[in-house]
């Protein structure tokens, strides 16, 4: 734990809301984050309806969101300038003889404090087309550097780490904060590292074990959602 400022941020992809609410609402709850970056919110009919409901289980405030990322914050935490953008995908995608459409894609990030120093935080989920995901990339790293400080992002990269958007990662100099957090996907059996918490020059943080989270159980991980959550503390250099 850091002696100066920090920030508590919970990356989490929810599944759409659709397993069990209240394990879901528990694990949050005792992550008890200042920022909850969702993937998968909520969607379809009564969208913010759903989404504000779904942030009040949590004992928290949805504020901004771009196709089914979010941004949730606790109480005392204020999040200026939220930008939003559609990420271009392919609408189908083609693995061997399988076709499948994608849903659009978007990234939404904000402006927060962290002492008094100002901070961007991005959440993303990008797309099942292996070539498509590089593309979605740029233009969410384009986002991220619009807001001219230092940020994190976050998200389900539907990509094991050695691919190519883990890659560019690395090569913008992005430090990849999960790299001993082992596997997020599945909950139930996780074997695959495909979600992503990475920071750039100006910040430093940490993941912080779920095992060490008093309240947060396996079987509520289980239950909640298909993937694990992230839970950084975020501090300065």
Known sequence: MSDGPSLRVLSYNVHRWGDDREALARVVRACAPDVALIQEAPTWWGTRRKREAMAATFGLRYVAASARNAILIADGIDLQDPLHWRVWRPFVRRRLRFIATQLPGGSVGGRTTLG??????????????????????????????????????????????????????????????????????????????????????????????????????????????????????????
Not at 136 to 153: A, H, I, T, W
Not at 169 to 193: I, Y
């Open 116 to 237: 008094d120093v100002a901070v961007a935080l991005v959440v993303c989920h990008l797309g099942l087309h292996i070539r498509g995901r590089e593309h979605e990339l740029d233009q969410v790293l384009r986002g991220c550097k619009s807001f001219n400080l230092p940020y994190l992002l976050v998200g389900d990269l539907n990509e094991e780490p050695g691919g190519p958007v883990w890659n560019r990662l690395a090569a913008e100099g992005l430090t990849d904060l999960g790299v001993d957090a082992g596997p997020t996907f599945h909950s139930d059996n996780p074997v695959k590292r495909i979600d992503g918490a990475h920071l750039s020059p100006g910040l430093a943080g940490r993941v912080i074990p779920l095992d060490s989270i008093e309240g947060v159980t396996r079987d509520d991980l289980i239950a909640g959602s298909d993937h694990l959550p992230m839970l950084l503390e975020l501090t300065l250099p």
